[in-house]
């Protein structure tokens, strides 16, 4: 199932501040950093009248709801309850029925939840797939610098992360800034890993770009491969032979069929100037990733207002085929796609 996967609620500083509100797989919900500076995710939906509990406070590591106080731990327990003498939750008759009164415990449903990599994950499963969220590559390592970007597109997962691993499209969308075209053939290499799929470019042409000009040596020598991380994150690595590497990770949050929430950070090796180039690599970035924005807001409008899909798939379009393949598998808890000799694919870019 896709929900026994590991999605990003927000940054681990938000919740720093207060609850916050967001909302995975159609299901409100909030994350709050409880005792202990424990984070936690729980239902936004308070169990007495059903205020969201997001617009509430967190006052000595309760979430408290903002209507009548009752307040709650990270795993959902009902901790306080204002108006009952004692105020212990436990034992205080209550029921669900309106009309009568049984002694039950309280709680509202609270899910797996983790800090890592600066980020709060969550799962919607009480047993994840994974002890724990994969890491994001190099963040943590000296020498690297990272930044991170947070992007709603109208459009669902596999539409985005096939977008993110899409080569062809950037010499159309991204024309100039990221992309020209050469006409040139060059080879890519696709292959199975045991979580996914990647596809590695040979002899890719870099010319006439803005991004190209200001990140990297004419001289150097690239090594260039997009991969497919089920089911929901795209990763793309460019390794340079001067030692400049860059890694840009985009990790979607389903918010519901239609929008995804994606996480991005990129992060990346410089040598001694690798802090400055931030601050043109981000903005850079950003007008890129809205120029995607836009194309799949529009590819998503016209497929709603033709009433569905209707794809012609190619060879080149070369991690499509995978994304589909994986993400269903998981879907429908079938077999995952199991380990083929690698296939080599001529495109023009
Ligand atoms: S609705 Fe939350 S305490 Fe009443
Ligand atoms: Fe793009």
């Not at 979580?195 to 001289?219: C, N």
Request: charged residues 20%; neutral net charge; contains cysteine.
């Amino acid at each position: 199932m896709l929900k026994d996967y590991w999605y990003i609620a927000c940054k681990a500083a938000d919740i720093q501040r207060g609850p916050v509100a967001f909302t995975a797989f159609e299901q409100p919900l909030v994350a709050f950093l409880g005792r202990n500076d424990k984070p936690a995710v729980l239902i936004d939906r308070c169990a007495h009248r059903n205020a969201p509990l997001s617009e509430g406070a967190v006052r000595e590591g309760l979430l408290v709801c903002p209507y009548h106080g009752w307040s709650y731990d990270t795993d959902g327990s009902l901790a306080v309850l204002p108006v009952c003498p004692a105020s212990s939750a436990a034992t205080t008759p209550v029921s669900t029925d309106a009309t009568k009164t049984a002694s039950i415990n309280i709680a509202v449903d609270s899910w797996p939840c983790v800090e890592q990599d600066g980020y709060i994950w969550f799962c919607l499963s009480h047993q994840p797939a994974t002890e724990k969220p994969q890491p994001f590559a190099h963040m943590q390592e000296p020498g690297w610098t990272s930044f991170t970007m947070d992007t709603l597109f109208d459009a669902p997962v596999d539409t985005c992360l096939e977008n993110f691993l899409d080569c062809p499209h950037a010499t159309f969308v991204h024309r100039h800034w990221f992309r020209t075209p050469t006409l040139k053939q060059v080879k890519a290499e696709v292959r199975i890993n045991w979580d996914g799929a990647e596809a590695e470019y040979f002899d890719e042409p870099r010319e006439q770009s803005v991004v190209w000009s200001l990140l990297t040596r004419k001289k150097s020598t690239m090594r260039h491969i997009d991969r497919f991380i089920a089911p929901a994150t795209s990763r793309v690595d460019y390794d340079f032979s001067d030692s400049r590497y860059y890694v840009i990770t985009s990790s979607c949050t389903p918010v519901n069929e239609t929008q995804t929430r994606v996480h991005t950070v990129v992060t990346f090796r410089f040598g001694s100037f690798g802090r400055l180039v931030r601050f043109f690599f981000k903005p850079l970035s950003m007008r890129i990733i809205k120029q995607d924005v836009e194309i799949v807001r529009q590819q998503q409008a016209n497929i709603d207002r033709f009433g569905g899909r209707r794809y012609r798939v190619i060879p080149q379009d070369l991690l499509y085929r995978h994304i589909v393949q994986w993400r269903n598998s998981i879907e429908k808890g079938e077999p995952l796609p199991s380990e083929a000799p690698p296939e080599t694919i001529n495109l023009v870019l």
